[in-house]
């Protein structure tokens, strides 16, 4: 086992993983910019590093500093969180080739699954249902045309490097494809410095539906079910929950089994998620594999009573998994509590937090790095907290977080928390009644109409 973990992230996950490490009795260190001298992933870790400004580029990004915070602290683990260099196959083999193990997939699985047009490949030799488009990478415009036509409008344009809707674009006529082609490539070159495009049949009625995987160094595999993650905003999740008020005990076991026969397939070592597109008549599709810890994976530790972080540290260490397949047994809700103002198109709200106090009680849990004084800075994800209930049914874990929302005070800057309100009020989403297009029609209340 581990002596000492350097944790590469920051804020809530930072946090998360060190509590863990502590009840596992491994040091732990962290690293900060100096945005973030005063996060309490700093001030609860047994050691802490700065490694340099605020911009993540110069610090959270930067893997010189932070190997070198691990060589001078002898950590003989990284365990990245997500976001920052969690996917970042450079990042995984330099860890690789300074003899610190990184907690996560190996750089040539991250560099077969982060790109799309691979990971579809390789999912579809697996045997995994894959959404109908081209085979890779779109050399053109001329073949982009001639594929949507043998595709059939509506079509998707997806950059083969994208991440939270950067490079996407959806095309419901001919007339368009070629505005959308050009805007497409221009976003993913300027956000990824790679304009590689890759075209699929657009799912009309979409429920974004992922299975929680974890596998282990002797290429076994087992799948802990699903998150339902289809209440998003410009391609990025607001709410998640489990099970999904979709599924149904056969859907359940055929996506399981899909997830773990593609993990095995590629010999997938780690706690990953398979996500996939679900339409109305209940046919699913492979979207990506995302080989890291997921920001919602705290509800499906709440429904089966299950650490994901120890798991991934054990896993890591050489331990080998039970290999059983996990279902809820309760039902689960995670509230993303962002530093943005929902009554005006949720713009970002960094600043001082003056007042804080958050809610308990049975079946409320939260994950979070601030507390009454904190500042939060500008540079990083407006994300502050995760708001998570659980309860015997999805009745009463609805019922729960509204309590629980309304004990929540965060004062000096505004969140999230009033549109959770009144999305727990709304009339399908109470029903289950939902698909990823859900926010495109929903509206804020003003705060005396709510």
Not at 207 to 212: D, L
Not at 319 to 341: M, T, W
Not at 405 to 428: A, C, N, S, W, Y
């Amino acid at each position: 086992m581990f002596k000492k973990i350097l944790i590469a992230n920051r804020g809530e996950i930072a946090l998360r993983i060190i509590r863990t490490c502590k009840e596992m009795g491994i040091k732990t260190v962290a690293v900060y910019s100096t945005a973030d001298a005063e996060s309490l992933h700093v001030r609860f870790a047994d050691e802490a590093v700065c490694i340099g400004p605020p911009p993540s580029n110069l610090s959270y990004l930067k893997i010189s500093n932070i190997i070198a915070a691990a060589e001078i602290t002898n950590a003989d683990a990284i365990h990245p969180g997500y976001g920052f260099l969690s996917e970042n196959a450079k990042f995984s083999k330099i860890c690789e080739e300074h003899g610190i193990k990184f907690i996560g997939a190996s750089a040539d699985m991250i560099s077969k699954m982060g790109d799309k047009a691979t990971a579809k490949a390789t999912m579809k030799a697996a045997g995994v249902p894959c959404i109908p488009g081209s085979e890779g990478i779109i050399k053109d415009f001329k073949e982009c045309k001639k594929l949507a036509q043998e595709t059939g409008y509506p079509v998707m344009l997806k950059a083969t490097a994208g991440g939270g809707g950067k490079g996407m674009r959806a095309v419901w006529k001919p007339e368009d494809l070629e505005a959308a082609w050009e805007s497409a490539r221009k976003e993913a070159d300027a956000s990824f410095g790679n304009d590689g495009m890759y075209m699929e049949k657009l799912i009309e009625e979409p429920r974004h539906i992922e299975i929680q995987v974890v596998g282990d160094s002797s290429g076994k595999a087992c799948h802990l079910s699903e998150r339902d993650c289809s209440i998003q905003r410009r391609h990025q999740k607001l709410t998640e929950e489990t099970p999904s008020p979709f599924m149904t005990d056969k859907l359940r076991k055929k996506m399981g089994e899909a997830a773990v026969k593609a993990a095995e397939y590629i010999k997938y070592e780690g706690a990953g998620t398979v996500e996939f597109l679900v339409d109305k008549h209940r046919n699913f599709y492979f979207m990506e594999m995302n080989t890291r810890i997921q920001v919602e994976h705290p509800i499906t530790e709440q429904v089966i009573d299950y650490d994901l972080i120890r798991e991934q540290i054990l896993v890591a260490s050489g331990v080998p998994i039970s290999g059983k397949n996990y279902f809820p047994q309760l039902h689960s809700i995670e509230c993303r509590i962002n530093a943005e103002d929902p009554y005006h198109n949720f713009r970002p709200s960094p600043g001082k937090i003056t007042n804080m106090h958050a809610p308990g009680g049975h079946g409320v849990r939260i994950d979070t790095h601030v507390y009454s004084g904190y500042v939060i800075p500008p540079h990083y994800d407006s994300m502050i907290a995760k708001l998570i209930t659980t309860a015997q049914t999805r009745e009463e874990a609805i019922n729960k977080m509204k309590r629980a929302l309304d004990e929540f005070v965060i004062e000096g800057i505004k969140t999230t928390i009033p549109f959770h309100r009144q999305l727990m009020d709304e009339t399908d989403y109470k029903e289950g009644n939902y698909t990823t297009k859900f926010m495109e029609s929903f509206k804020m209340k003003a705060p005396e109409e709510a």
